[in-house]
């Protein structure tokens, strides 16, 4: 079984970046697709970025394109989330989540995959964005 574990999230000005970080453990990482969502106070949750396996093929929400940049080390098993000129309204928990087939970030025409299609997920971590 898939376990995932994310960390790095933290207190940050406006302006101040971050690297989230996602851990796995139980199976290996590469076979995966892996997606990044977050949850802000009082909303639903949202996907922000999606990484086939291989790294061919990353998508991002429109609200932080541009910003965040998603990667993935499967040699170190982890995914990365790194967040850039980061905004109070990227306020929230970020999660990671993974599952099959590595190619899921393509199903959607170039949109992100639903949190439905994502079995395996992290605790969250939170970013908190204020001065």
């Known amino acids: 079984q898939l376990q995932l574990a994310e960390s790095g999230g933290a207190l940050v000005q406006p302006g101040g970046s971050l690297r989230l970080s996602c851990s796995a453990s139980?199976?290996?990482?590469?076979?995966?697709?892996i997606g990044w969502f977050r949850q802000a106070p009082g909303k639903e949750r949202e996907g922000v970025s999606c990484?086939?396996?291989?790294?061919?093929?990353?998508i991002y929400a429109d609200s932080v394109k541009g910003r965040f940049t998603i990667s993935r080390d499967d040699g170190k098993n982890t995914a990365y989330l790194e967040l850039t000129n980061l905004k109070p309204e990227d306020t929230a928990i970020y999660y990671c989540?993974?599952?099959?087939?590595?190619?899921?970030?393509?199903?959607?025409?170039?949109?992100?995959?639903?949190?439905?299609?994502?079995?395996?997920w992290g605790q969250g971590t939170q970013v908190t964005v204020s001065s």
């Open positions: 989540a993974a599952d099959f087939p590595g190619s899921l970030c393509d199903y959607y025409s170039g949109n992100l995959p639903p949190q439905a299609d994502f079995g395996s």
């Open positions: 139980g199976l290996t990482l590469s076979i995966y697709a």
């Open positions: 990484i086939n396996s291989g790294g061919g093929t990353t």
